[in-house]
């Protein structure tokens, strides 16, 4: 009875510190109290604490600290989400998974969410570490219709969207590598790999991929990868709630996706950038075909093109690719 789970979760949710009577899930789910009293017992099992208190209710006070279908439904609903879940325990890609439902005709805006993927894969065909370990996999499928020339900035404007998201949602510091690494302190706390599908002149299918550590066990991780990255849990000191931070990220992506195709991108994006541009007056050694370029960055342009003032005084565009920071600005100089 998965929907009747969502509709309990939601009641818990909502009560917050205060308890829900037996009774009201009853009326409301149209079951015996014993009824809804199996149910909780079940949610139990599957890692909820539900306090029950004789003549009170019951109250939620732990959540399950890996991702829950149902309980991302039921943050999803009260936030009154328009995207359709498609949640999978294992899958070899979330983002190829989107590809296969876009093929299909499948409703848009949808996410598609793993606990794991035997495949994930990286920009520059890198593979990306995807164990069932609290991390979020996440892709998500559009259909923008748009120009191509047009969807220049739409991984720039989601990564600073999520960036925001980070900072002013959940309280943590993050800034946006360019073109659309999330880091903190240096290291990467989320990837974004975003596909497109292009028809002539449009954009036809557009999948949105973001790998974002949440309440990984770094102790898991391989080596070269825990030189290098963080987790949410890890700058918070604490673990935190998964499935409620996976829906709000649903709704900053699909806010984000929207706010992109009407144009108010354009009003906000060099804002945003301004407060979460990580490579800010580092000295950063970039590439332009087989050229390599060191240089000052100092900002993006209206393309998203990176900005390197080189020493000669001159301004060189970075289009593509990836650059890497020197740690002291003699690093990249000769
Ligand atoms: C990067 O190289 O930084 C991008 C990593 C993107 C990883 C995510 S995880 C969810 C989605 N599915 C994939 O296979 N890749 C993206």
Same mark, same amino acid.
């Given at each position: 009875?998965?929907e009747?789970?969502?509709?309990?979760?939601k009641a818990?949710?909502?009560?917050r510190t205060?308890?829900?009577s037996?009774?009201?899930?009853?009326?409301e789910?149209?079951?015996?109290?014993?009824?809804v009293?199996?149910?909780?017992e079940k949610?139990r099992?599957?890692g909820?604490?539900?306090?029950?208190v004789?003549?009170?209710?019951y109250r939620?006070?732990?959540?399950?600290p890996?991702?829950?279908?149902?309980?991302?439904?039921?943050?999803?609903?009260?936030? &009154?989400?328009?995207?359709g879940?498609?949640?999978?325990?294992?899958?070899?890609?979330?983002?190829?998974?989107?590809?296969?439902?876009?093929a299909?005709?499948?409703?848009?805006?949808f %996410?598609?969410?793993?606990?794991r993927?035997?495949?994930?894969?990286?920009?520059?065909?890198?593979?990306?570490?995807?164990?069932?370990?609290?991390?979020?996999?996440?892709?998500?499928?559009?259909?923008?219709?748009m120009p191509?020339?047009?969807m220049?900035?739409?991984?720039?404007?989601?990564?600073?969207c999520?960036c925001?998201?980070i900072?002013?949602?959940?309280?943590?510091p993050a800034?946006?590598?360019?073109?659309?690494?999330?880091v903190?302190?240096g290291?990467?706390?989320?990837?974004?790999?975003a596909?497109a &599908?292009?028809?002539?002149?449009?954009? &036809?299918?557009?999948i949105f991929?973001?790998?974002?550590?949440?309440?990984s066990?770094?102790?898991t991780w391989p080596p070269?990868?825990?030189?290098?990255?963080?987790?949410?849990?890890?700058?918070?000191?604490?673990?935190l709630k998964?499935?409620q931070?996976?829906?709000e990220?649903?709704?900053?992506?699909?806010?984000?996706y929207?706010r992109?195709i009407?144009?108010?991108y354009?009003k906000?994006?060099?804002?945003?950038w301004?407060?979460?541009?990580?490579?800010?007056?580092?000295?950063?050694?970039?590439?332009k075909?087989?050229?390599i370029i060191v240089?000052?960055?100092?900002?993006?342009?209206?393309?998203?093109?990176?900005?390197l003032?080189?020493?000669?005084?001159?301004?060189q565009k970075?289009?593509?690719?990836?650059?890497?920071i020197g740690? &002291?600005p003699?690093?990249? %100089?000769?």
């Amino acid at each position: 009875m998965p929907e009747t789970d969502v509709v309990i979760l939601k009641a818990l949710i909502e009560a917050r510190t205060s308890f829900v009577s037996e009774n009201t899930l009853a009326v409301e789910l149209g079951i015996s109290r014993v009824g809804v009293w199996a149910r909780l017992e079940k949610l139990r099992q599957t890692g909820f604490v539900v306090e029950a208190v004789r003549h009170r209710g019951y109250r939620l006070i732990g959540e399950p600290p890996t991702l829950n279908e149902d309980l991302i439904k039921a943050y999803l609903e009260l936030g &009154r989400s328009s995207v359709g879940l498609i949640f999978r325990d294992e899958v070899d890609s979330t983002n190829t998974e989107a590809e296969r439902q876009l093929a299909d005709g499948h409703l848009i805006p949808f %996410a598609v969410i793993a606990r794991r993927q035997t495949k994930g894969r990286g920009r520059m065909g890198r593979p990306w570490h995807s164990e069932d370990d609290g991390n979020l996999y996440s892709s998500f499928g559009f259909r923008p219709q748009m120009p191509p020339a047009q969807m220049q900035m739409i991984t720039l404007w989601m990564g600073l969207c999520i960036c925001n998201f980070i900072n002013l949602g959940l309280g943590l510091p993050a800034m946006v590598k360019w073109p659309n690494d999330i880091v903190s302190g240096g290291r990467k706390l989320s990837g974004i790999l975003a596909e497109a &599908r292009v028809d002539a002149d449009r954009t &036809r299918d557009l999948i949105f991929g973001i790998g974002l550590n949440v309440n990984s066990h770094m102790e898991t991780w391989p080596p070269d990868m825990t030189a290098v990255a963080t987790s949410l849990a890890s700058l918070n000191k604490n673990p935190l709630k998964i499935n409620q931070v996976t829906a709000e990220l649903i709704q900053t992506v699909n806010n984000a996706y929207e706010r992109y195709i009407s144009g108010e991108y354009k009003k906000e994006i060099f804002d945003l950038w301004t407060r979460y541009d990580a490579l800010k007056g580092h000295v950063v050694k970039g590439s332009k075909g087989k050229e390599i370029i060191v240089g000052k960055a100092d900002g993006i342009d209206e393309h998203g093109n990176l900005l390197l003032l080189l020493e000669n005084g001159q301004v060189q565009k970075i289009h593509a690719g990836e650059v890497s920071i020197g740690t &002291r600005p003699e690093t990249f %100089a000769s």
